[in-house]
Each structure stands twice: as C-alpha cells, then as structure tokens.
Nanobody, 120 residues
Framework: QVQLVESGGGLVQAGGSLRLSCVAS????????MGWYRQAPGKQRELVAR???????NYADSVKGRFTISRDNAKNTVYLQMNSLKPEDTAVYYC??????????????WGQGTQVTVSS
C-alpha cells in the first residue's frame, strides 16, 4: 500500500502564490514518477506537472513559466510552487505516484486532493 497526503491548498487572489506539498508513505521500494494533476468542475482531470524517468519533468502548457515542481527524494515528497495564479487555475489538485512496492508490485496511487481557489 502507498498513501499520498497533500497539503497547501486554499483561497488566493489572482496574481498570488501557493505551494502544494505531497508526501508518499507506505510500502515503497521506489517511486518511478510523481506529480500533480488537477480537475476543475465539469472538466476532466489533467496533468499539471510531474517528474518522470529520474529528473525529467513535464508541465502543462498552461502553467509553464508560472508553476515549478520540485522534490525531496529522501522524504518521498513532491512540491508544486504556483505563482501568478489565475482564476482558471481553480481546481482540486491531486498528487499521483507511480511506485514499486516492497513486494515489487507496480501501482498508481492518488491523494485525496486539495482545493485551490483563485479569485479574480
């Protein structure tokens, strides 16, 4: 089992900043990929930013130059620094990890989500 716990969401005015954190715990042997997705009301869940294949990163075009993903491997933690927030960034943000467990099973785990609301 792998558990993900997110924190750092909230209400912010347009142009403001927030920092999200996600901690992975449980029967983790290694983490292959870890990152952030979001889902706005009435829309599909979409990739925001993630680490894959070591230090490679992917960003959604809509957040490039404004959001930065970082991580602390020793703590199995990933962060999302969100600057210059826009009302269209309003969504529930979910952490995802592609992990190999201690019994060598490959799983995809999701956090419970954290609400980010940007007011205009």
């Amino acid at each position: 089992q792998v558990q993900l716990v997110e924190s750092g969401g909230g209400l912010v005015q347009a142009g403001g900043s927030l920092r999200l954190s996600c901690v992975a715990s449980g029967s983790i042997f290694s983490i292959k990929a870890m990152g952030w997705y979001r889902q706005a009301p009435g829309k599909q869940r979409e990739l925001v930013a993630r680490f894959t294949n070591g230090d490679s990163t992917n960003y959604a075009d809509s957040v490039k130059g404004r959001f930065t993903i970082s991580r602390d491997n020793a703590k199995n933690t990933v962060y999302l620094q969100m600057n210059s927030l826009k009302p269209e960034d309003t969504a529930v943000y979910y952490c995802n990890a592609q992990a190999i467990t201690t019994v060598r099973a490959t799983i995809s785990a999701w956090g419970q989500g954290t609400q980010v609301t940007v007011s205009s």
